[in-house]
């Protein structure tokens, strides 16, 4: 007898259990199906921010910045020992392109998003506590911003979301290779292979959270859901030797403008990430040799004493999926796409791009565009009151 699932989700990344979590919240059945192991892709290769989007209002992207400022708050207190707060600081010197009143124009807004709350406000430093900054130069420095954002481990982040999943009674198939779905008008017809097995099983939706791998899966649904028009993004990151004891720092690139970040992690620093258009196959992404120089010369620029000629002590690339327009990366929107196979009932669901911080937000999202179509279950909790744990090994 085949096995049948509310929903099955193909991806172990940060979206895929937070689906799984939404799902199994809601009282359905779940199944999650992961090719290697859960954050093997994007989600364990992030910045590891759980940051509001400060720069996102440049953009005027505010729905994306005030649900992200909400999830920050709420994954604060869910999930303490994952989600830690962390200062952040902005030092605006000659050459920068924006002025002081502009950042603290800026950050006043991100406030105002935040609700005022403790974690909301920020400070001018005075030059006297200038000095006490990791080192950072300050020949030219005419202001130093501080405001407070966090910052958790992502891959640790998406294990305990799936643990909270699995705990409500969803089930993961890992490592597990989607094989086809086969849309009929009551459900999906599901095969994997686990183990060296091909298993089949019926769900009422099917969802497609494998980010940059999206398109693969939908190459194996029948029929094919609609293509959404996106590119891929590469990120990389490097890993200083180094201490940063006062916190991460957001800095402009002077060569392009650009802003990175420069924080602490695991007793170094890692510095990201950048922006490089990707093409090929997503098993393939790694860092370039140019990126590596980039944030290497630019972290130089402020931290002389992170800018040397040791070798990285790591490196790692992610990628992002964006939608496919005109322009610099940074501009594109952020806001995540929940695409359907049908506007009332859609029976496949693809998620293309989101945010790390909200990821709670979008399976919430994606749970009320399937609510047509999945069978009414008792709810066995909420997903913005579960605390979330670190994993158990």
Known sequence: MT???????????????GV????????????VIEARALAAGTSSRSSKLIHGGLRYLETG???????????RALLLRLAPALVRPQQFHLPIYRHTRRRPWQIRSGLSLYAALGGFRGAAR?????????????????????????????????????????????????????????????????????????????????VDALVNAAGPWASQVNDAVS???????????????????????????????????????AMPWEEAVLVGTTETPFAGNPDNVRPQTEEIAYLRDAVGRYFPNLGGDDEP?????GLRVLPATRGAAFRRSRETIID???PRTPRVITIYGGKLTAYRATAERVMERLAATLPLRPRRARTDTLPLEPASA
Do not use: K, N
Not at 21 to 26: L, P
Not at 61 to 71: D, G, K
Not at 122 to 127: C, E, M, Q, S, T
């Open 340 to 342: 359907g196979d049908d």
């Open 20 to 31: 799984a979590q939404a799902a199994a919240a809601a009282g359905h059945s779940v199944l």
């Open 122 to 202: 920020f400070r001018r430093l005075p030059p006297a506590e200038w000095g006490d900054l990791d080192g950072l130069v300050t020949d030219d420095l005419q202001a130093v911003y501080a405001y407070m954002d966090a910052q958790t481990d992502d891959a640790a982040l998406t294990r305990a979301v799936m643990q909270s999943a699995l705990a409500l009674g969803a089930q993961l198939a890992v490592p597990a290779r989607f094989v086809s779905g086969r849309v009929d008008g009551g459900g999906v017809e599901v095969e994997y292979e686990e183990d060296g097995t091909r298993r089949a099983c019926r």
């Open 61 to 71: 992207q505010l729905r994306v910045v005030r649900e992200c400022v909400r999830e």
């Open 223 to 261: 029929p094919r859901p609609r293509s959404v028009e996106v590119e891929l993004v590469q990120g990389a990151h490097v890993l200083l030797a180094g201490t940063l004891r006062r916190g991460i720092y957001y800095l402009e690139v002077p060569s392009d403008r650009r802003a990175i970040f």
């Open 313 to 317: 002590l790591d490196a790692f690339a």
């Open 3 to 17: 096995d049948h699932y509310d929903i099955a989700i193909v991806g172990g990344g940060i979206h895929g259990v």
